[in-house]
């Protein structure tokens, strides 16, 4: 999916793509893992290329996440997992989760190079 | 798909993960080295070349490989690491303790 996006807008760097799609992909995972618990869950994942930035926001009705965002540190070196949230947050520029009402939601923005 | 190379000497072992090492394919990453280094190969090389993306249960994977590996009197070292497995390694300072070499020769070579 992300692909075809970026063969759409060929403009956007390869750095940002590859940090964009690392925050998508770790997001996902953290939404299959831990608001679906084993459980087969669908979100809805919107993508939006601008000018000035790349964003995505997914929407889920899974679990509630308690997580405090300010507070996402990378573990030990020599932790074998917890480093997802972490590695999302470092590669974008804003990085968001709200519950509203019964649904998870997680936006996240890239401000593009130049 | 994860191919395994166990001709590269008798102590150690090339392992080539292809595609996307995300959490649908690390579980097998993980068995495939508890295997190996069970088996007596305890030099283990992650090539890394056919690989184009790392997700953090892959770099999980690869950090409990270098642990087993080491346990054993051996190591875990990684090569033809591409932009987005450099760019995550970087993200999660991991760049110091999985340290990517050129090629598989190279790495089963340093010290």
Not at chain 1, 24 to 42: D, F, M, R, S, Y
Request: one cysteine or more.
């Amino acid at each position: 999916m992300l692909e075809a996006l970026w063969g759409e807008y060929d403009d956007v760097t390869p750095s940002d793509r590859i940090l964009f799609e690392t925050a998508v992909i770790e997001i996902a995972g953290n939404i299959a893992q831990h608001a679906a618990a084993g459980v087969p869950l669908q979100f809805t994942l919107n993508l939006w290329v601008e000018p000035d930035r790349v964003e995505a926001e997914f929407r889920d009705h899974g679990r509630r996440v308690d997580i405090d965002l300010d507070v996402v540190a990378l573990p030990d070196d020599s932790a074998e997992s917890g480093r997802g949230l972490a590695m999302a947050r470092a590669a974008v520029d804003e990085f968001h989760y709200r519950r509203d009402g019964s649904t998870n939601q997680w936006r996240i923005v890239r401000r593009r190079q130049r | 798909m994860i191919e395994v190379d166990t001709h590269v000497g008798e102590d150690a072992a090339d392992i080539r993960p292809r595609g996307r090492l995300t959490m649908v394919v690390t579980p097998q990453l993980r068995t495939l080295i508890n295997e190996t280094v069970q088996a007596g190969r305890a030099r283990i090389v992650v090539d890394l070349a056919g690989c184009e993306f790392v997700d953090s249960s892959g770099l999980g994977a690869l950090i409990a490989g270098l642990k087993t590996a080491r346990q054993a009197g051996g190591d875990l070292r990684i090569a033809g690491v591409g932009p987005q497995i450099a760019t995550v390694l970087r993200l999660t300072n991991l760049d110091r303790v999985l340290r990517p070499h050129d090629t598989v020769a190279g790495a089963l070579g340093a010290g």
